[in-house]
């Protein structure tokens, strides 16, 4: 049977606005993670949506060379993805508008599931939904620039602030009631951080509350089959895929794999990835302009995500660590034993950030009250200026 018939196929092809996306899965922004280089050898393993990393409104608005940087893609891709986080409406709407005017984009996701202290103290990220009003303020000015050029936007979202401070029904309601084209939910409050497991039950619960626009779920998707899971259990309309494709760009592959109901799955030897590493490296250098530093400082986080499992040394994983020239990451990939095979589900599971329960840090007295005012508004532009994701 072919394998692309639609009586294989997990779920229909993703409707985001006027984009189809025909394999249900989308990348999630990884600030520091998912710039052009990484999009390019994910996308090159399988279909999807593929977020860029994260940019503040203010720094997009402002025109920072790292900012434009960013938000730029390969002439090859399609469709163009961003994601713009922010905290204050006209500043939101006015980076939406240059967005939209200047074609930069496709496809624009909103950041509310930032849970970084330095965001969440003054306001931002995972914590902004709990001001409704400000939180639909936002929306409504995106959506309201975007919509002129029939760019569709999406919001993307943690459960709440904490279990007593649960922001994401109502928030979903009012992103879908302001136009937004999909919400996707990162099932773990701000307090979660990135600890324990995602509680898939509040996608389902979500899945139920909204019904005219598609319900993408978040958190926890290591291999293929932890997708099919989710969909079956809270009946979510794609997936959203971060830390699990972080040095296993292959794992692409096997989500379309198995949204067409196939069974094969990619089990790299360790030529393969150290192949992987080297063009990730190459792309990398390209990205930064040439900057062959840069590339491979970037590149460096990466190494650990593409060798758990693999027999690699302690003494080379520090060294490939550490590397800084594309010519000394040749030969140190050269001394690897190229020849071993996929080590199992060693090379699988959890990686990248987790982290333990926190009680987040909130603006004084922001939780006493639903409603902004004046000077909270004031403090939370100050939220945008400095933002690492998350
Ligand atoms: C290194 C890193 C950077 C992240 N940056 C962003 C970001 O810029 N925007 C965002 O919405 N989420 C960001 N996230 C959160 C992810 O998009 C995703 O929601 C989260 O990792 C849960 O999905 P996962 O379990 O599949 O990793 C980041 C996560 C990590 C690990």
Sequence with gaps: MDPMSSTTRLLPPLRIGPLEVDTPVVLAPMAGVTNAAFRRLCREHGGGLYVAEMVTSRALVERTPESLRIIAHDPDETPRSVQVYGVDPATIGAAVRMIAEEDRADHIDMNFGCPVPKVTRKGGGAVLPWKRDLFKDIVRAAVREASKFDIPVTVKMRKGVDEDHLTYLDAAR??????????????????????????????????????????????????????????????????????????????????????????????????????????????????????????????????????????????????????????????????????????????EGPRGRQGSPRVPSCPDGWLDTQDITPDLEARLREAELSVSGG
């Design 174 to 347: 009012t992103a879908e009631k302001e136009g937004v084209a999909a919400v996707a939910l990162h099932a773990r409050t701000a307090a979660d951080y990135y600890s324990g497991t995602a509680d898939w039950e509040a996608i389902a619960r979500l899945k139920d509350a909204i019904t005219t626009i598609p319900v993408l779920g978040n958190g926890d998707i290591w291999q293929a089959e932890d997708a099919l899971r989710m969909v079956e259990q809270t009946g979510c309309d794609g997936v959203v895929v971060g830390r699990g494709c972080m040095g296993r760009p292959w794992l692409f592959a096997d989500l379309q794999a198995a949204f067409e109901g196939r069974e094969e799955r990619v089990r790299p030897g360790l030529r393969i990835v150290a192949d992987a590493i080297y063009r990730h490296g190459e792309l990398m250098i390209r990205h930064f302009d040439d900057d062959e530093d840069k590339g491979m400082r970037e590149l460096r986080k990466h190494m650990s995500w593409y060798l758990k499992g693999y027999p690699v040394g302690g003494e080379t994983r520090r060294s490939l660590g550490l590397i800084s020239t594309l010519a000394e990451l040749r030969e140190i990939l050269d001394t690897l034993d190229l020849a071993a095979d996929y080590p199992g589900t060693e090379a």
